[in-house]
């Protein structure tokens, strides 16, 4: 099997600003508070407000208003994987760990990789011998040791937190204590755009794999509108592979908990990989937050995630990863369905393609 996550960076590359203060958080003779300090500074440079734009084009295409798209492949790594790896290595700097260890298909590898190099920590990641990602490379080159072991995805994951316990190592996989921490990562998205739209968008879509990114969106607008700043919670919307989804399958299907998937049923394809898997690891809290908001799940085909793509780059100059046009999928279903009154409605776009 030869699958891809389709992000070939060459070299990740941070600012000057970046690398001095790299050389600050790694200075032991210095204070943890000094240290923790710089490293503040580099994830205030380097990760988040990313850009947002009107997609005037795709509006009178489809004819809807107003479509906003937030693009996250501005990250450093080209991912949104970068929010949650960089607030992940500044809790270990902080807990003072040594070494940080994670399993990962690619991009969240590669985020940790970097955040951990900026920081002085070791990283040690862990890829199932079936998967074949050009990012191992970029991981290497930021000096992490990488494991292979057998199994899927979410078999790498159980026993990499395994290791993680037995040898004291700071454990950075989604889910349990992990969870709370990713998730208010994720918030900041909601308050970026609010601090664009100065309110609230009518839908959210957000492409969904384990469902943290959704659940942490959904909890910043939660606290928005819960101070004040808002007058709505958005609907949010989740789309992901068709039929290779938990979180999606589990609400359409009303079934009162995010139920596991036949992994046997689970097939990667170079599109659908960074969408799917067999057991949703915040699975329970993405369903929540769609069913709260009164919002909807769908299922998208590999097609079409190309065809949004190359669409993407060729109408609006935004050059994206397939799996990451998912949740604006959905949302123009929906629209195709019913029509949506003109409001405002956000997309997010998650990584950027080569």
Request: proline residues 3%; aromatic residues 8%; glycine residues 6%.
């Amino acid at each position: 099997m030869n699958i891809r996550d389709l992000i070939n960076t060459n070299e990740i590359k941070v600012s000057k600003e970046t690398r001095t203060l790299s050389e600050l958080v790694k200075d032991t003779s210095l204070s943890l508070r000094e240290r923790l300090v710089a490293f503040e500074d580099i994830l205030n440079i380097e990760v988040g407000d990313t850009g947002m734009s009107r997609a005037k084009i795709s509006e009178r295409e489809y004819d809807i208003r107003q479509l906003y798209l937030k693009t996250e492949g501005d990250n450093p790594t080209g991912t949104q994987k970068d929010r949650i790896a960089f607030a992940q290595v500044y809790d270990a700097l902080r807990r003072q760990y040594e070494i940080i260890s994670l399993a990962t298909c690619g991009n969240y590898g590669s985020a940790v990789a970097l955040a951990a190099n900026l920081a002085g920590i070791q990283c040690k990641i862990f890829i199932p011998k079936s998967y074949h990602t050009v990012r191992i490379t970029e991981m290497e080159q930021l000096g992490c040791e990488i494991i292979r072991l057998e199994g899927s995805y979410e078999d790498n994951v159980t026993q990499s937190s395994v290791l993680a316990k037995k040898n004291e190592w700071y454990d950075a996989n989604p889910g349990g204590m992990n969870t709370s921490l990713q998730i208010f990562a994720y918030s900041q998205i909601a308050f970026e755009i609010y601090d664009q739209l100065r309110d609230a968008p009518k839908i959210c879509a957000v492409p969904i794999s384990n469902g943290t990114l959704l659940a942490g969106i959904y909890r910043g607008f939660v606290s928005l509108y819960k101070r004040g700043k808002t007058s709505r919670i958005p609907h949010m919307l989740g789309a992901s592979s068709a039929g290779k989804n938990p979180i999606v399958y589990s609400f359409n299907r009303e079934l009162a908990h995010c139920v596991d998937l036949n992994p046997d049923m689970i097939k990667e394809t170079k599109l659908n990989e960074p969408l799917i898997n067999w057991h949703s690891f915040d699975g329970e809290e993405a369903l929540e937050a769609i069913r709260e908001s009164k919002g909807s799940a769908f299922n998208v085909s590999d097609r079409s995630m190309s065809s949004m793509s190359k669409y993407l780059s060729k109408k609006e100059s935004i050059n994206i990863l397939p799996a990451s046009t998912a949740g604006l999928i959905g949302l123009l279903k929906m629209h195709e369905n019913k029509a949506l009154e003109p409001d405002r409605y956000v997309a997010i776009l998650t990584a950027k393609n080569s």
